[in-house]
């Protein structure tokens, strides 16, 4: 069911037809990696000690703030999150960000390099469990991943589209905590800007951290305690009523969360 795998966030806010909707997918078996070195059944090919956390996700501010204060995330998770906000590695008030030199190398990546190079594994990789380590707080993108699917066609459009109402969502709930701090629609705008290195100065796509100039003005009167800014940020949405959550959603958001259902309905169970 669709509630046993969504961030625990969504499930007061999330239609029931959705989170009530029970597709199980058996072919993507991630405590066993299915496309493990050996035995995949296609051509892409995994270390099982990687999988396909080959990637830096893009995680919002509230979704940190949820990782900072759960109990389970794991000592070293948290300690590579306070590494990254101490060296000033893209950690932002929108939320942290993939360092550009690997965006731009994951974006012009070979065949054979995602799922098997081990200095792009996710930097929240439960490395112990070997699994995910924020996954009850985990991005749009790794919620809705499936690599196969027992639905075919339908499955992975189903999948896509929980991929984009998740992810539109992500935006609308992240800029409405922003706003909620303070930060204006132009400060927030500048920051989105770093999701996407094209339209980025050369230096910039350079650069693994940013500078203390840069950060401090980008942060504003929260440069101190970025931690405990991403947390003020996840109490703002956990405590989001319907009303809020219909309002931050707006009319494209109806008209995505319709199109999940249409994806939804074709998926035959
Ligand atoms: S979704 Fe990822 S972890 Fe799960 S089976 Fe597929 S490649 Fe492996
Ligand atoms: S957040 Fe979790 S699922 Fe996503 S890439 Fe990182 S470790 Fe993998």
Known sequence: MIRNIL???????????IL??????????????????????????YQPSLKCCTFHPFQTNYLMGQILLSPTTPKDVLERIRAKIEKREYALPIGIVAPMPHQIKFAQRKDNEFGNREDWL?????????????????????????????YGTA???FWDQLSDYISYIEMALMEEALL??????????????????DGQSSSRKR?????KEFTSKVWKNYFEDQEEFYKKCYEIVANF?????????????????????TAKNAVVL
């Open 155 to 157: 499955g992975f459009e």
């Open 180 to 197: 909620q701090l303070e930060f204006t629609p132009m400060e927030i705008s500048d920051q989105l800007s770093f999701l996407n290195p």
């Open 241 to 261: 009523s319907e009303k809020q959550f219909k309002k931050a959603l707006g009319n494209p958001g109806i008209v995505i969360q319709k199109k999940l259902m």
């Open 122 to 150: 996710c930097p929240y990789y439960d490395r112990i469990k070997n699994n995910c380590g924020i996954w009850k707080s985990r991005s749009s993108v790794c919620t809705s991943f499936h690599c196969l699917s027992s």
């Open 207 to 211: 650069k693994q951290f940013l500078t």
């Open 7 to 17: 961030p625990s966030i969504y499930l007061k806010l999330f239609p029931e037809a």
């Open 20 to 45: 009530d909707f029970a597709i199980e997918e058996k072919k993507a078996t991630c405590d066993n990696c299915a496309l493990s070195v050996g035995k995949t059944p296609d051509h892409r090919a």
